[in-house]
């Protein structure tokens, strides 16, 4: 498995949000106790489409991941002639005693004509929900936004992602205590998807058996090693990844 595969959330709990009113909101969806249609907006990398799969995740605990929960992405869906997926995978995920559930991702890749044919679901959400996500709320009319709940996921900011990245370092052998992740974190402005990107670097560049010394362990802050780290974008400090500097 990839680094990232290794470190992809497992459960709700697991997510990262800048914003408690949001994460109170999701979590409620998680717990069921919320079943209005639901579209996620906001950045690219501020976890949109994870977090949607982690709703499913926590509502259907006895068959996921299987065909019926798998995310349908309307950037690479553009084709679609109808939405008989919908009412056959919630067929099969109430047969199992669950509420159906359907992830649609990128939903405003979608041509008028396809979420026209949305318009029965959106109506009627008795059998089941609609988890969408979108970069573009702009692009979607308001017939389709006022029959859902909106929630902006905006990016964490990195003293968000400190228990994250705390946990991550930890399963990859470093003794780094929670004070020192946070001083690695200072001023990182990029998505989760980088966050994740810039550890594997770090792990890469210096691995735990010389990075995680006693001394460093139990000092205040981060070792030399970890202070230029690419981890730690400053003024005169930026993380660059595939050419490209945050």
């Given at each position: 498995?990839?680094?990232r595969?290794?470190?992809?959330?497992?459960?709700?709990?697991?997510l990262?949000?800048?914003d408690?009113?949001?994460?109170?909101v999701?979590?409620?969806?998680a717990d069921?106790?919320?079943t209005k249609?639901?579209?996620?907006?906001?950045?690219?990398?501020?976890g949109?489409s994870c977090?949607?799969?982690?709703?499913?995740?926590?509502r259907?605990?006895?068959?996921?991941?299987?065909?019926t929960?798998?995310?349908?992405?309307?950037?690479?869906?553009?084709?679609?002639?109808?939405w008989?997926?919908?009412?056959?995978?919630?067929?099969?995920?109430?047969?199992?005693?669950?509420?159906?559930?359907?992830h649609?991702?990128?939903?405003?890749?979608?041509?008028?004509?396809?979420?026209?044919?949305?318009?029965?679901?959106?109506?009627?959400?008795?059998?089941?929900?609609l988890?969408?996500?979108?970069n573009?709320?702009?692009n979607?009319d308001?017939?389709?936004?006022?029959?859902c709940?909106?929630?902006?996921?905006?990016r964490?900011?990195?003293?968000?992602?400190i228990d994250?990245?705390?946990?991550?370092?930890q399963?990859?052998?470093?003794?780094?205590?929670r004070?020192q992740?946070?001083?690695?974190l200072?001023?990182f402005?990029?998505?989760?998807?980088k966050?994740?990107?810039?550890?594997?670097?770090y792990?890469?560049?210096?691995?735990?058996n010389?990075?995680?010394?006693?001394?460093?362990?139990?000092s205040?802050?981060p070792?030399?090693?970890?202070?230029?780290?690419?981890?730690?974008?400053?003024?005169?400090q930026h993380?660059?990844v595939?050419?490209?500097?945050?």
């Open positions: 498995m990839t680094f595969q290794n470190h992809e959330p497992q459960s709700f709990n697991d990262i949000f800048h408690p009113a949001v994460e109170q999701l979590r409620e969806y069921g106790h919320r249609h639901l579209i996620l907006h906001g950045p690219k990398g501020s949109k977090a949607a799969q982690m709703i499913l995740k926590s259907l605990p006895h068959n996921f991941p299987d065909a929960t798998s995310p349908i992405n309307g950037r690479t869906d553009r084709n679609r002639k109808d008989e997926i919908i009412w056959s995978n919630w067929n099969a995920q109430i047969s199992n005693g669950c509420r159906g559930y359907t649609l991702d990128e939903i405003d890749r979608y041509n008028l004509k396809q979420l026209d044919m949305l318009d029965e679901f959106l109506e009627h959400d008795r059998l089941g929900t988890v969408m996500t979108t573009h709320l702009e979607l308001e017939w389709i936004t006022d029959r709940t909106l929630v902006e996921v905006l964490p900011t990195g003293s968000d992602m994250r990245a705390h946990a991550i370092l399963a990859e052998g470093y003794s780094y205590d004070q992740v946070g001083s690695m200072s001023g402005q990029g998505s989760l998807r966050m994740v990107e810039a550890l594997e670097n792990v890469l560049k210096h691995p735990p010389a990075a995680a010394s006693s001394s460093v362990a139990q205040k802050t070792s030399g090693a970890l202070t230029t780290t690419t981890l730690q974008p400053k003024k005169t993380l660059t595939g050419g490209k500097t945050v």
